[in-house]
Each structure stands twice: as C-alpha cells, then as structure tokens.
C-alpha cells in the first residue's frame, strides 16, 4: 500500500514562490508517473502537472505554463513542484498522485496524498 506525503505549502504573497515536495513509500516509485493536482473551495479536483516515470517528459494546465515546473528524483522516492510568479487564483489544496493510466484525468490516479494548503495573498 504506497503512502504519499505533500509538504512544502504556506502563505506567500502575489509573486512568490513555493517548493513543494512529495514523498511516496514502496520500491515501485520508478515505475509510475506522477502528477499534481489542486482543489479550490467549492470547486472540483483540476490537474496541474504531469511528470512521467523518468522524468524526461512534463505536461503542464495552460494556467501554470511557464510559472510551475514539476520533477522528480527517483534515488529519493519525491516528486517536487516548483512554484512562482504565484496568483491569488493559485490558492488550493494541492495533491500529488500515482498515475496508473494514459491521461491527465484524476480518475487515471490511483493513490493522492493528504494534501498541502498553498495561500497566495491578495
């Protein structure tokens, strides 16, 4: 049964930035794609980043493009998301989730973090 950790998130003004982390158990890591997703209030589940089992091929929502970089550091078992030039719009919880399938549908993930809240100020 893998477990998946977020940690990193906070408060930070329009601007900032944010490194995010993701610790995921087992010794199938490498095998998986990964993703991050984030949840406003009052709002569903939407994707925001993709990462596949190498680490060589990223996909990223147009909102995030050019401000998010997702990686990855398979000897580590963490999954990372580098955040900035961070908007008030980008305030969330955000989950990171183990892909079992071809697309960047959360129903293609079957294992999600706890989640970590990111706060961007106004």
């Known amino acids: 049964q893998v477990q998946l950790v977020e940690s990193g998130g906070g408060l930070v003004q329009a601007g900032g930035s944010l490194r995010l982390s993701c610790a995921v158990s087992g010794r199938t890591f490498s095998w998986y794609a990964m993703g991050w997703f984030r949840q406003a209030p009052g709002k569903e589940r939407e994707f925001v980043a993709h990462?596949?089992?190498?680490?060589?091929?990223?996909y990223y929502t147009a909102s995030v493009k050019g401000r998010f970089t997702i990686s990855r550091d398979n000897a580590k078992n963490m999954v990372y998301l580098q955040m900035s030039g961070l908007k008030p719009e980008d305030t969330a919880v955000y989950y990171c989730?183990?892909?079992?399938?071809?697309?960047?549908?959360?129903?293609?993930?079957?294992?999600w973090g706890q989640g970590t809240q990111v706060t961007v100020a106004s």
């Open positions: 989730g183990r892909s079992i399938g071809s697309s960047y549908s959360s129903q293609d993930y079957d294992s």
């Open positions: 990462i596949n089992t190498n680490g060589f091929s990223t």
